[in-house]
């Protein structure tokens, strides 16, 4: 069962840093302002690392712990989504 599970981790790549997923929380309509917004994603990624860490005993973010890394800020979100579904579809064959 889990050779058909693809571990995939997505950034937004070390240029873009916070601005880019500020952006995104901020054009979604999740907050107003951009302090709202990186708190709100310091807050969700903290939650994310901790459940991520507790249940696979391995470490959020760290590569290895991965099959794919991907920069999503190379592709844009678009490009990014149509790239891991190729990407799954190879690896399941």
Same mark, same amino acid.
């Given at each position: ?5 693809? %571990? ?26 951009? @302090? ?10 903290? &939650?994310?690392? @901790? ?6 005993? %391995?470490?959020?973010?760290?590569? @290895?712990?991965?099959? &794919?890394? &991907? ?17 799954? %579809?190879?690896?399941?064959?």
């Amino acid at each position: 069962m889990t050779d058909k599970i693809t %571990k995939i981790v997505l950034t937004g790549g070390p240029c873009a840093g916070k601005t880019t997923a500020m952006a995104r929380i901020m054009e979604r309509g999740d907050c107003n302002t951009r @302090e709202a917004a990186e708190k709100r994603s310091d807050k969700i990624n903290k &939650l994310r690392a @901790e459940y991520y860490n507790f249940y696979t005993d %391995k470490l959020w973010g760290h590569a @290895e712990s991965y099959d &794919l890394c &991907l920069d999503s800020s190379l592709l844009g979100v678009e490009g990014t989504a149509q790239f891991i579904v190729d990407f799954v %579809k190879r690896r399941l064959g």
